[in-house]
């Protein structure tokens, strides 16, 4: 069991990526590796609640939401993070997708039974 730093969890409409303007559950990670000017979300030391893969899945289903979007900061920064997109993509009910900043190589997410789509914003 993995344990992450959830800053928020919410529902909305998705702004961009290839779901935009689909409902979709957004779980927002705190950490970020880069400190851009420019960005509208300084979520590096944001206060966190600690969630496991099971709680956060669990959010998940009971939103009824079947659109994922894993953000940040950066998630992919998280150790253990494989865990929590592997949980998420045994359900092929759910589609995964995470934001972020291209600092982190994708390729081993990209191999994973159920792949997410990603949407960089660098």
């Known amino acids: 069991m993995a344990n992450f730093k959830v800053v928020e969890i919410f529902e909305s409409i998705n702004g961009e990526g290839r779901r935009v303007g689909q ?4 779980i927002r990670l705190q ?18 609640t ?3 893969e099971d709680e956060i899945y669990d ?6 939401i079947k659109n994922i979007t894993l953000t940040g900061g950066e998630p992919l920064l998280h150790k253990d ?6 949980k998420i993509g045994n359900n092929p009910n759910l589609s995964l997708e995470i934001e972020t900043n291209g600092s ?7 191999k994973l039974k159920n792949p997410p789509l990603f949407t960089m914003d660098y």
């Open 104 to 110: 982190i190589e994708l390729e081993k997410f990209s």
């Open 59 to 64: 959010r998940i289903l009971k939103s009824g």
């Open 50 to 52: 600690l969630m496991s």
């Open 23 to 26: 409902l979709a559950i957004f």
């Open 31 to 48: 950490k970020c590796n880069l400190n851009c000017s420019y960005c509208d979300t300084r979520w590096a030391d944001a206060p966190y």
């Open 81 to 86: 993070v494989e865990i929590l997109l592997e």
